[in-house]
Protein backbone atom coordinates (compact mmCIF):
# COMPACT_ATOMS: atom_id res chain seq x y z
CA UNK A 1 0.00 0.00 0.00
CA UNK A 2 0.82 3.48 -0.09
CA UNK A 3 -0.08 6.88 1.62
CA UNK A 4 -0.62 10.43 0.28
CA UNK A 5 -1.38 12.90 3.01
CA UNK A 6 -2.57 16.82 3.19
CA UNK A 7 -2.20 19.27 5.86
CA UNK A 8 -3.69 22.39 6.83
CA UNK A 9 -3.34 25.26 10.15
CA UNK A 10 -4.98 27.89 11.17
CA UNK A 11 -5.46 30.47 13.58
CA UNK A 12 -9.12 30.19 13.74
CA UNK A 13 -11.35 33.76 14.13
CA UNK A 14 -10.53 34.58 17.66
CA UNK A 15 -6.98 33.49 18.64
CA UNK A 16 -4.13 35.67 18.07
CA UNK A 17 -1.25 33.04 17.39
CA UNK A 18 -1.46 29.39 16.48
CA UNK A 19 -0.64 27.29 19.35
CA UNK A 20 -1.10 24.17 17.18
CA UNK A 21 2.32 22.16 15.54
CA UNK A 22 2.22 19.36 13.33
CA UNK A 23 4.46 17.12 11.33
CA UNK A 24 4.54 17.08 8.14
CA UNK A 25 4.07 20.98 8.18
CA UNK A 26 3.38 20.39 4.07
CA UNK A 27 1.14 18.06 2.00
CA UNK A 28 2.91 14.66 0.81
CA UNK A 29 3.46 12.41 -2.40
CA UNK A 30 2.71 9.11 -2.75
CA UNK A 31 5.07 7.30 0.08
CA UNK A 32 4.74 3.60 1.41
CA UNK A 33 5.73 5.25 4.79
CA UNK A 34 4.54 8.45 6.66
CA UNK A 35 4.45 9.73 10.29
CA UNK A 36 1.59 12.22 10.97
CA UNK A 37 1.45 14.13 13.86
CA UNK A 38 -0.63 16.69 15.35
CA UNK A 39 0.12 18.25 18.49
CA UNK A 40 -2.21 21.46 20.13
CA UNK A 41 -0.14 23.56 22.82
CA UNK A 42 -1.22 25.20 25.76
CA UNK A 43 0.35 27.56 28.55
CA UNK A 44 -0.13 30.53 27.39
CA UNK A 45 0.64 33.10 24.28
CA UNK A 46 4.30 32.05 24.00
CA UNK A 47 4.85 28.50 26.37
CA UNK A 48 1.54 26.76 24.04
CA UNK A 49 3.68 27.07 21.05
CA UNK A 50 6.94 26.63 22.50
CA UNK A 51 5.69 22.73 23.98
CA UNK A 52 3.53 21.96 20.58
CA UNK A 53 6.97 22.29 18.17
CA UNK A 54 9.52 21.12 20.93
CA UNK A 55 7.20 17.74 21.24
CA UNK A 56 6.87 17.71 17.40
CA UNK A 57 10.49 18.31 16.48
CA UNK A 58 11.38 15.70 19.34
CA UNK A 59 8.54 12.57 17.99
CA UNK A 60 9.44 13.37 14.00
CA UNK A 61 13.36 13.45 14.83
CA UNK A 62 13.66 9.30 16.32
CA UNK A 63 12.73 6.11 14.48
CA UNK A 64 11.47 4.86 16.98
CA UNK A 65 7.63 3.01 18.15
CA UNK A 66 5.14 5.74 18.08
CA UNK A 67 4.32 5.39 21.35
CA UNK A 68 8.36 5.98 22.53
CA UNK A 69 7.98 8.60 19.85
CA UNK A 70 5.57 10.28 21.75
CA UNK A 71 7.42 10.06 25.12
CA UNK A 72 10.30 11.40 23.87
CA UNK A 73 7.89 14.71 23.06
CA UNK A 74 6.88 14.29 27.07
CA UNK A 75 10.64 14.24 27.95
CA UNK A 76 11.61 17.36 25.45
CA UNK A 77 9.33 20.03 27.39
CA UNK A 78 10.58 18.33 30.42
CA UNK A 79 13.71 19.65 29.71
CA UNK A 80 13.24 22.85 28.11
CA UNK A 81 11.11 23.55 31.40
CA UNK A 82 14.36 22.75 33.14
CA UNK A 83 16.38 25.27 31.44
CA UNK A 84 13.49 27.81 31.39
CA UNK A 85 11.80 27.38 34.87
CA UNK A 86 9.25 30.06 33.41
CA UNK A 87 7.55 28.06 31.15
CA UNK A 88 6.84 25.69 33.89
CA UNK A 89 3.60 24.26 33.49
CA UNK A 90 3.38 24.59 29.22
CA UNK A 91 2.12 21.87 27.59
CA UNK A 92 0.67 20.01 24.59
CA UNK A 93 -1.65 17.25 23.46
CA UNK A 94 0.12 14.77 21.03
CA UNK A 95 -2.03 12.48 18.24
CA UNK A 96 1.12 10.51 15.78
CA UNK A 97 0.04 8.00 13.65
CA UNK A 98 2.58 5.54 11.61
CA UNK A 99 1.71 4.39 7.96
CA UNK A 100 3.49 1.38 6.91
CA UNK A 101 2.49 -2.31 5.85
CA UNK A 102 -1.04 -1.45 5.33
CA UNK A 103 -1.21 -0.74 9.01
CA UNK A 104 -1.85 2.98 11.13
CA UNK A 105 -0.33 2.35 14.41
CA UNK A 106 -1.08 5.16 16.71
CA UNK A 107 0.04 6.91 19.81
CA UNK A 108 -2.25 9.50 21.73
CA UNK A 109 -2.42 11.91 24.53
CA UNK A 110 -4.88 14.81 25.13
CA UNK A 111 -7.76 15.87 22.78
CA UNK A 112 -6.67 15.35 19.48
CA UNK A 113 -8.42 12.89 17.38
CA UNK A 114 -7.57 10.17 14.76
CA UNK A 115 -9.99 9.53 12.66
CA UNK A 116 -11.31 6.60 10.05
CA UNK A 117 -13.72 6.54 7.12
CA UNK A 118 -14.09 3.44 5.52
CA UNK A 119 -17.07 2.73 3.09
CA UNK A 120 -18.58 6.16 3.95
CA UNK A 121 -18.38 5.19 7.50
CA UNK A 122 -16.43 8.10 9.80
CA UNK A 123 -15.09 6.17 13.39
CA UNK A 124 -13.48 7.95 15.69
CA UNK A 125 -9.94 6.02 16.96
CA UNK A 126 -8.87 7.75 19.72
CA UNK A 127 -10.06 8.65 22.72
CA UNK A 128 -10.51 12.19 24.31
CA UNK A 129 -8.38 12.58 27.53
CA UNK A 130 -11.02 14.74 29.38
CA UNK A 131 -13.13 15.42 32.17
CA UNK A 132 -16.11 15.04 30.04
CA UNK A 133 -14.98 12.32 28.28
CA UNK A 134 -14.41 10.33 31.62
CA UNK A 135 -17.94 11.35 32.37
CA UNK A 136 -19.10 9.50 29.17
CA UNK A 137 -17.56 6.19 30.06
CA UNK A 138 -18.62 6.35 33.49
CA UNK A 139 -22.03 6.41 31.89
CA UNK A 140 -23.19 9.94 34.27
CA UNK A 141 -23.39 11.88 30.47
CA UNK A 142 -24.50 10.89 26.82
CA UNK A 143 -21.60 12.25 24.28
CA UNK A 144 -24.38 14.82 23.08
CA UNK A 145 -24.61 16.16 26.50
CA UNK A 146 -20.35 15.89 26.52
CA UNK A 147 -20.21 18.38 23.99
CA UNK A 148 -21.34 21.09 25.54
CA UNK A 149 -20.27 20.42 29.24
CA UNK A 150 -18.41 23.01 31.22
CA UNK A 151 -15.52 20.59 31.53
CA UNK A 152 -15.04 19.37 27.87
CA UNK A 153 -12.09 21.04 27.32
CA UNK A 154 -10.31 20.01 31.18
CA UNK A 155 -7.31 17.02 30.23
CA UNK A 156 -6.72 14.80 32.20
CA UNK A 157 -3.71 13.72 30.44
CA UNK A 158 -1.07 16.06 28.43
CA UNK A 159 2.31 15.88 27.88
CA UNK A 160 5.23 18.12 29.62
CA UNK A 161 3.50 18.22 33.15
CA UNK A 162 4.90 15.78 34.50
CA UNK A 163 7.93 13.17 33.65
CA UNK A 164 5.88 10.12 33.02
CA UNK A 165 2.65 10.03 30.73
CA UNK A 166 -0.29 7.60 29.95
CA UNK A 167 0.25 6.68 26.51
CA UNK A 168 -2.94 5.43 24.60
CA UNK A 169 -1.88 2.72 21.83
CA UNK A 170 -4.12 1.11 19.03
CA UNK A 171 -3.44 -0.49 16.28
CA UNK A 172 -5.89 -0.25 12.59
CA UNK A 173 -5.07 -2.97 9.74
CA UNK A 174 -6.11 -0.63 6.66
CA UNK A 175 -7.82 -1.25 3.25
CA UNK A 176 -7.39 0.94 0.29
CA UNK A 177 -9.61 3.59 -0.21
CA UNK A 178 -9.58 4.29 3.46
CA UNK A 179 -9.07 7.79 4.24
CA UNK A 180 -7.88 9.14 7.84
CA UNK A 181 -8.60 12.00 9.58
CA UNK A 182 -5.96 13.62 12.05
CA UNK A 183 -6.84 16.57 14.15
CA UNK A 184 -6.79 19.26 16.32
CA UNK A 185 -9.95 20.14 18.91
CA UNK A 186 -10.41 23.32 17.09
CA UNK A 187 -12.03 21.27 14.28
CA UNK A 188 -13.76 18.65 16.31
CA UNK A 189 -15.48 20.76 18.43
CA UNK A 190 -16.88 23.23 15.96
CA UNK A 191 -17.70 20.37 13.34
CA UNK A 192 -20.24 17.53 13.91
CA UNK A 193 -19.06 13.77 13.43
CA UNK A 194 -21.94 13.89 11.11
CA UNK A 195 -20.26 17.03 8.83
CA UNK A 196 -16.72 15.56 8.81
CA UNK A 197 -18.09 12.16 7.35
CA UNK A 198 -19.54 14.45 4.38
CA UNK A 199 -16.49 16.35 3.87
CA UNK A 200 -14.56 13.49 3.88
CA UNK A 201 -16.85 11.25 1.80
CA UNK A 202 -17.10 13.75 -0.74
CA UNK A 203 -14.33 12.29 -3.33
CA UNK A 204 -12.16 15.33 -3.22
CA UNK A 205 -8.67 15.36 -2.85
CA UNK A 206 -7.22 15.44 0.46
CA UNK A 207 -6.04 18.76 -0.32
CA UNK A 208 -9.47 20.09 -0.87
CA UNK A 209 -10.66 18.10 1.59
CA UNK A 210 -8.33 19.63 4.70
CA UNK A 211 -8.78 23.51 3.75
CA UNK A 212 -12.57 22.44 3.33
CA UNK A 213 -12.38 21.45 6.88
CA UNK A 214 -10.79 24.30 8.41
CA UNK A 215 -13.30 26.75 6.60
CA UNK A 216 -16.30 24.74 7.71
CA UNK A 217 -14.70 25.33 11.54
CA UNK A 218 -14.06 28.68 11.24
CA UNK A 219 -17.49 29.39 9.36
CA UNK A 220 -18.73 27.63 12.84
CA UNK A 221 -16.79 30.17 15.09
CA UNK A 222 -13.06 29.30 14.38
CA UNK A 223 -12.94 29.83 17.94
CA UNK A 224 -9.54 27.75 18.45
CA UNK A 225 -7.36 27.30 16.36
CA UNK A 226 -7.48 24.00 13.49
CA UNK A 227 -4.69 21.91 12.27
CA UNK A 228 -6.04 19.03 10.13
CA UNK A 229 -3.90 16.28 8.57
CA UNK A 230 -5.85 13.92 5.55
CA UNK A 231 -4.59 11.10 4.58
CA UNK A 232 -5.04 8.64 1.91
CA UNK A 233 -4.74 4.44 1.66
CA UNK A 234 -3.73 4.10 -1.79
CA UNK A 235 -4.07 -0.01 -3.58
Known sequence: ????????????????????????????????????????????????????????????STSLAPVDRVASANRAIREEVGRRPGLEGMGTTMTLMALGDGMASLAHVGDSRAYLLRGGELRQLTEDHTVAAEYVTAGEISEEEARAHPQRHMLTRTLGLTPQVDIDELEVALEPGDRLLLCSDGLSEMVEDAELEVSLGSGRPPDDVAWNLVEMANKAGGTDNITVIVADVLD
Open 1 to 60: MRYVWATASHRGMVRDNNEDAMFPDSSGESAAQAILIVADGMGGHVAGEVASRLAVNAAA
